[in-house]
């Protein structure tokens, strides 16, 4: 079963080996990360990017989810944006609650004109359900080209 997170789309936005993003939560969080893929490779500037994320889903992703992506280049936040994580989801107007059987996750964005390409920067992409408990953290560098 599949299903989109608008912000975790932004994870694999590195024009690197899907290797160097990792999860940076812990391991009370929702969902064990297992793997990380996207195309194309590497992501450009306004144009889509689909990204996918195979992991364990142990509790339901509830409807007031929220999903924060942040950007950091040299320690300066470039990009911050928090945003309805149901909302951003295939499957209908609000396909919330997800089940504990979900696998995968998979989301297309357009990346925006304004993230700027040849650039590292680094990202982090944190959900919490709507009970506050944490969903995923994954960060890691990402590069973007024209």
């Keep these: 079963m599949k299903f989109t997170a608008t912000a975790a789309a932004l994870i694999a936005l590195a024009s690197s080996a899907t290797a160097a993003f990792s999860s940076c939560g ?27 994320l195979k992991g364990t ?38 396909p919330c609650p997800i089940p504990t059987t979900t696998t995968s996750v998979t989301q ?5 004109s304004n993230v700027p390409a040849g650039v590292s920067l680094n990202l982090q992409a944190v959900a919490t359900n709507a009970d506050s408990s944490r969903i995923f953290c994954i960060g890691g560098p990402l590069t973007f080209s024209n």
């Design 26 to 52: 812990s391991s009370s969080d929702s969902f064990s990360l297992g793997s990380i893929s996207y195309t194309p490779n590497p992501p450009k500037v306004n144009q889509s990017l689909c990204i996918t």
């Design 57 to 94: 889903l142990k509790t339901p992703v509830t409807a007031g989810s929220t999903i924060r992506i942040t950007a950091t280049f040299w320690g300066i936040n470039v990009y911050d944006q928090t945003a309805d994580l149901c909302a951003g989801l295939v499957g209908g107007a609000n």
């Design 108 to 112: 297309c964005i357009t990346v925006p």
